[in-house]
């Protein structure tokens, strides 16, 4: 019997969908990330992605249309 964290395989499966939509040119923010991949941990994944995967995955504040402020992430494709 082997020992399967799913925490662990949630979160790889999260990085790899997150890559991918960020490959892809989309933004992403945290509420985004919650309705597309059911991810709570936005932040966490982004810094799983940019430390292990050495994406350069940059953020800028952006205005809801509520007038909330929010961290949208995105990848810089000029590297």
Known sequence: MTNVNDNELSARTQNKMIA???EAGSTL???EALRHFGCMRLASRIYDLRSQHGMDI???RVKTATG???CEYYLNMES
């Open 68 to 70: 909330k402020t929010v």
């Open 29 to 31: 923010t945290s509420l």
């Open 58 to 60: 940059r953020n800028r």
């Open 20 to 22: 991918a939509w960020l």
